[in-house]
Each structure stands twice: as C-alpha cells, then as structure tokens.
C-alpha cells in the first residue's frame, strides 16, 4: 500500500499487542467516618529473628539467615531468597 493513504500496517490492523500490560494492585480504600461498616483491621506483620524456621508457600522449608527492616533472608537449602514484607506467604515454625 503506499505510505501516506492513513491505513495502518498489518500487524496492527490484525490487533496484535505490541507491549504487555501491568496488572496494578488493588487501592485500598479508606475508611469514612459517617461510615456503618467497621473499618478493616490493620493485619498484623509477623516478626521474624535469625535461626527461625520458617515454611514459604512457594520455596518450602527454611532457616532465616539474615533479617532487615523490611525484608528478611531465608536459606531454603538449594538457594537463598530475600522475602519482602508483610509476609503472606511465609509462616513461622
């Protein structure tokens, strides 16, 4: 097709996607005080200290090796994995 005649290139004419979305987390929603509902508790963050064992949804069984502010480091025998708080998928032994 010549350039200029406002017709667009076939790959986009076919609708392909050119770039992959971001799925984006929910907001949270804040509370109103002329609200009815009760407002949703704060969950509580588990605390973890070095020589823990932990069990990690995805990783499995571990020791805590390493503990920050808002992370901790975890050996899970093969390899090490720094989780990020809060902890949702990571328990206390």
């Known amino acids: 097709m010549p350039s200029g005649t406002g017709w667009a290139s076939p790959s986009v004419a076919r609708g392909r996607i050119r770039e992959v979305m971001k799925s984006r987390s929910a907001a949270k929603r804040r509370h109103l005080a002329s609200s009815p509902f009760k407002p949703e508790p704060t969950p509580e963050i588990e605390e973890f ?45």
């Open 49 to 93: 200290e070095v020589g823990d064992r932990v069990s990690h949804d995805t990783y499995g069984l571990g020791r805590v090796v390493g503990v920050e502010e808002a992370a901790v480091a975890v050996d899970f025998g093969s390899h090490q994995v720094r989780v990020t708080s809060p902890f949702h998928k990571m328990t206390k032994l």
